[in-house]
C-alpha cells in the first residue's frame, strides 16, 4: 500500500495485521480523490474506521490542512501512529484511540465552529454492515452529514456494491453511489443551513 500522489507520493505504509481490517483499493482510492479533486487543498478532514490511516494521509500529501484519525483496534491504531511518524505528519495530525461511532469523536478540533469538517471518510469493516451494527451505521453517517460537515462538504462511505441502497440511509441526504469493481462510494453532501422563517 502506497500514497498515490501529491507531496508523498509513492510512499509506502504499513498495513494492520490479520484480516480485520480491509485497506481501500488502489484503483477505488484514486476513484475518491479525483472526485474530491482541488476540494482537498486546505481541507480539515475526519478518517473514521482509519486503520493504516491510508485515506487521511492521502488527503495531506494532496493538500489537506489537517486530518483527525479515529481507530480503536490497538493494533491497528500502533500501525497508524508509525505512518504518521514514518512520513513526518505528527504536526498535522490528531489521532485518536476511541470509537468511530461516539459523537465524541467529531467533536470540533479548537477554534473551529461545530459544523467543522471538509471531508469525513467513513469505512467501516464490511462485517459490520451484515449484523445488529448495521443500522448504527447509516445513522451515524447521517448525524455526520448533518452536524459535523461543513456546507458543501463531503462524507465518503465506503460500502461492497451489493446489499446496500439508498433506502438504508436516514431520509433527506440524497446519497450520490459510484461503484469499481465490487465496492461502492457513497457521497453525501453537507447541507446548507434551513433558512429562519420569518418572524422567527
Request: with cysteine.
Amino acid at each position: 500500500m502506497r500514497i498515490i500522489a501529491g507531496e508523498h507520493r509513492g510512499r509506502r505504509l504499513d498495513a494492520p495485521p490479520g484480516v480485520g481490517t480491509r485497506p481501500m483499493l488502489d484503483r477505488v482510492r484514486e476513484a475518491l480523490f479525483s472526485t474530491l479533486g482541488p476540494g482537498i487543498e486546505g481541507a480539515l478532514a475526519l478518517d473514521l474506521f482509519a486503520g493504516s490511516g491510508s485515506l487521511g494521509l492521502e488527503a495531506l500529501s494532496r493538500g489537506a490542512a489537517r486530518a483527525r484519525f479515529v481507530e480503536r483496534e490497538p493494533a491497528a491504531f500502533e500501525v497508524l501512529r508509525a505512518n504518521v511518524e514514518e512520513l513526518g505528519l505528527a504536526d498535522r495530525c490528531e489521532l485518536l484511540a476511541g470509537s468511530a461511532l461516539e459523537a465524541s469523536s467529531w467533536s470540533p478540533p479548537e477554534g473551529e465552529p461545530a459544523r467543522w469538517a471538509d471531508v469525513v471518510f467513513f469505512d467501516p469493516p464490511y462485517p459490520w454492515l451484515q449484523d445488529e451494527r448495521r443500522a448504527p451505521l447509516f445513522e451515524a453517517a447521517g448525524e455526520l452529514a448533518r452536524v459535523v460537515l461543513r456546507p458543501g462538504g463531503l462524507l465518503v462511505f465506503h460500502t461492497p456494491k451489493r446489499g446496500v441502497g439508498e433506502r438504508d440511509f436516514p431520509a433527506g441526504l440524497e446519497p450520490d453511489q459510484r461503484t469499481y469493481g465490487s465496492s461502492a462510494l457513497w457521497y453525501l453532501r453537507g447541507q446548507e443551513p434551513a433558512p429562519l422563517e420569518e418572524g422567527a
